[in-house]
Every structure is written in structure tokens, then in C-alpha cells.
């Protein structure tokens, strides 16, 4: 297949810079073309493509390796075993966990929400109450409902502004004695919107609740301290974060884990069995019922390593870059829409097109070779809050040029004349 020709550094004022043509060749599925044009890959909030270095890894893992975990004493068993732990702790100084056992790993963030849903959510009563925000992905609102049906808990959410950022005093003022959990995205995969998360877990524990962050979309786009943070739990997926599909992380800190009950049963979770009763392993076993995703965890920890290489910082600088120069020229195409504008954003740019439906403007744009995603992104209340059925959204990853931004906005506007 052809290499893109739209390849190239980003255009900066100043460093540091990545070497964006050099790390491109780290990412095979980058060089082919769609419907003749080269490939410009934009819906990095949804899924983000692999280095060649996650793929060797799960490949050299299933072709070398693979066996079961903690469950046999022969050599490929104990390598495994070494190989999922050592990514384990990986993860531990990504996000600067103080302890191993605070790293559970599940299959993404929304299993990661809901275990928490299922466990912890055990203890609330009916008056109780679980604050969440108005921009929040449906994986962080449905489980909640769930846990309110089952609790008698009550739902309140803390409303967004018509720029897409959170009403800081709302949420302040939702607070209370009856507070229970307060969930909130770190980063809006709707709008792009990067929330106070240290302001409002601060807020939320004078208030005596215990907090979630939803990571899923931050932790790609900007270093995460958990104990900076002073979160009690945090959520995220590998496959946002360079890494494969079907692997994600619950961070909880670790006493809070220790007094929650188990999510699932099965094996692996338990110390001893018998039809008397169960003893449950130690944390984070406790928590990782039946055989794991061994592959997809080592996979997870290779493409951490890849992004510790480039160093976050870096890759937020060069991404931000991209989104400082896509939204001024979005803002010049006429009929456009911006839907999310707040004064902290990372990523994203989402967007309507007068008189064009978002699915017939991500069609045009897939003719073109860019690939965009065009829906209400599993946010329909951020939906309802503009009076929308959907938008198109762009997002940026470490791989995407300046040179991509114009190939997007020559796009948009062909959509523009052909609908106009």
C-alpha cells in the first residue's frame, strides 16, 4: 500500500516537538488509502490506532508464551504470569498508583464503572444520593441508574454551560450530607471539555463523598497522578490509549478496595472454596475473576512504554497545536457550528454543518479518505443540552499533522458545496 503523502511535523512556534514523519512508521495501518485518497485517521476518541510495538507484543506473547496465569508451576506459566504482573506495574507508575494491588485490571472503563457500580455501590441506601454532570458518557450515567433502581439511591446531575464547561457553583451546590459518590469525566469525549477534577474531588470529599473519575479520554492526552488527584477510583481503557481492545483499569485506593465485596465469582478470586463457604484472594485478585485478558494487559503495558518514549507533555504540545489550528479554521467555514467551546480543552473538535446532517457530512469526509466519527457519541444528555441529534467530531492523536487538518477542513468544505 501507498505511504500518505500528508505526513509532516506540526507547525509550532516553539519546541519541543515530535517527530511526527519519523513516528508515524511506528503505525503500519496509517499507510493505505480509502476510496483512493490517503488515509487521515480522526476518530482517535473512539478507538486509536497500535504502534508496531503493542502488535509484536501480543504477537510474540501468543507465539512464545501464552499460558494460563498464577495457576501452574511449568516455565510458560511463570513467564506469563512475570509478563502480566511486570504490566501491572506498569500501569502502577503510569498513573502513579501507591501500591500493585490498587491496579485491577477489566476489560475497559465501562466494566471498570460498573464493578464499582455493583461493589462498592452495595452500601448505598435508599435516600443516599450519586452526583454525576450533565457531559458524561452513557457508561458513566446508565450504571448509576442501575445502582439507584436497585438502592433507592438518588441520581442528581450538576449542569454544563453553552460552552461546554461545568457550572463549577451547580455542582458545588449539589452537594451534600447525602452524598454518596460523585462520578465525573476528566475529559468530555463529546466536547472536548477538560473538568477542575482536582477542584471538584476536593469539593466532593469536604462533602464526605467518595469519588470516580472517568479517565477513559485523559489519560491518552495528559499525565495522570492518582494521588495528586486524591481520587478513589479511576477508570480508563487501553484501546484509547494505543493499547488493545478488550483490556481497561480500575484504580481504587487500596483500603477502599480491601472493604468491598467481590464484583464476580469464579477463579483466580478465591483463596479457598467449599461448599461451606469462601475465603476470597488478596486485592487485586479479588477483583480479577476467571481467566484475564493476559495478552491484552501485556499489549496495554508495551504501548504505555511507547507513550513514556514520546513523553505525554510532549505529545499534549504537539496535539494541542493541532486543535488550536483546526478550530481556527473551522471558525472561518461558513454555516459551521463549534459545539463545545470551554476555556480548558484538549483534542476534540466537534461540530455541526448548517443544513447538513452529521451522518451525511462524515460520509462526504469518508470519500475523501478522513475518517471522523458522526453520531451523538454515547452522550445523547450532552445531545439534548445543544438540541442536537448529532454531531461530527474530529479527534487527535499523536500521529495526526497540521497537513491532516487542511486535508479536514477541504473536506468539510466539499461537504458544505455538495449539500449547499
Request: glycine fraction near 8%.
Amino acid at each position: 500500500m501507498n505511504a500518505p503523502v500528508n505526513q509532516g511535523t506540526v507547525r509550532r512556534d516553539s519546541p519541543p516537538r515530535l517527530d511526527v514523519v519519523r513516528l508515524r512508521q511506528d503505525f503500519p495501518i496509517l499507510y493505505q488509502t480509502v476510496h483512493g485518497k490517503p488515509l487521515v485517521y480522526l476518530d482517535n476518541a473512539a478507538t486509536s490506532q497500535k504502534p508496531r510495538s503493542v502488535i509484536e507484543t501480543e504477537t510474540r506473547y501468543y507465539g512464545e508464551i501464552n499460558a494460563n496465569v498464577h495457576r501452574g508451576v511449568h516455565t510458560l506459566s511463570q513467564r506469563a504470569t512475570d509478563a502480566f504482573e511486570a504490566a501491572r506495574d506498569t500501569v502502577r507508575r503510569f498513573i502513579n498508583a501507591a501500591r500493585h494491588e490498587e491496579i485491577v485490571f477489566v476489560r475497559g472503563t465501562t466494566e471498570a464503572i460498573n464493578l464499582v457500580a455493583a461493589s462498592f455501590g452495595q452500601r448505598l441506601q435508599p435516600g443516599d444520593e450519586i452526583l454525576i454532570t450533565e457531559m458524561e458518557h452513557h457508561s458513566n450515567i446508565v450504571p448509576w441508574q442501575l445502582l439507584c433502581e436497585r438502592s433507592g439511591a438518588v441520581l442528581r446531575v450538576a449542569p454544563i454551560d453553552d460552552t461546554g464547561e461545568l457550572k463549577l457553583d451547580e455542582f458545588a451546590r449539589l452537594l451534600s450530607p447525602a452524598t454518596r459518590l460523585v462520578a465525573v469525566t476528566q475529559l468530555s469525549n463529546a466536547l472536548g471539555t477538560v473538568n477542575p477534577v482536582r477542584q471538584l474531588i476536593e469539593l466532593a470529599h469536604a462533602a464526605g463523598a467518595v469519588v470516580l473519575v472517568d479517565g477513559a479520554q485523559a489519560v491518552a492526552h495528559r499525565p495522570v497522578d492518582v494521588q495528586a488527584l486524591d481520587c478513589d477510583f479511576y477508570a480508563f481503557s487501553g484501546h484509547k490509549l494505543y493499547g488493545p481492545t478488550g483490556i481497561g483499569v480500575l484504580y481504587g485506593k487500596g483500603a477502599l478496595l480491601e472493604s468491598m465485596p467481590p464484583y464476580q465469582g469464579g477463579g483466580d478470586m478465591i483463596r479457598q472454596v467449599s461448599f461451606a463457604g469462601t475465603t476470597y484472594n488478596d486485592l487485586p485478585y479479588k477483583f480479577e475473576a476467571g481467566t484475564p485478558n493476559i495478552a491484552g494487559a501485556i499489549g496495554l503495558g508495551a504501548a504505555i512504554d511507547y507513550l513514556n518514549t514520546l513523553g505525554l507533555p510532549v505529545v499534549a504540545a504537539h496535539e494541542q497545536a493541532l486543535l488550536a489550528a483546526a478550530t481556527a479554521q473551522a471558525m472561518q467555514i461558513p454555516g459551521l457550528r463549534l459545539i463545545g467551546t470551554a476555556r480548558d480543552k484538549a483534542s476534540i473538535l466537534a461540530f455541526t454543518l448548517e443544513g447538513v446532517h452529521p451522518h451525511d457530512v462524515g460520509t462526504i469526509l469518508d470519500l475523501e479518505g478522513v475518517a471522523v466519527r458522526a453520531g451523538h457519541h454515547c452522550a445523547m444528555p450532552v445531545m439534548a443540552h445543544f438540541g442536537l441529534p448529532a454531531t461530527v467530531r474530529a479527534s487527535f492523536a499523536l500521529y495526526n499533522t497540521a497537513e491532516e487538518v487542511d486535508v479536514l477542513m477541504h473536506a468539510i468544505r466539499k461537504a458544505r458545496e455538495v449539500f449547499g
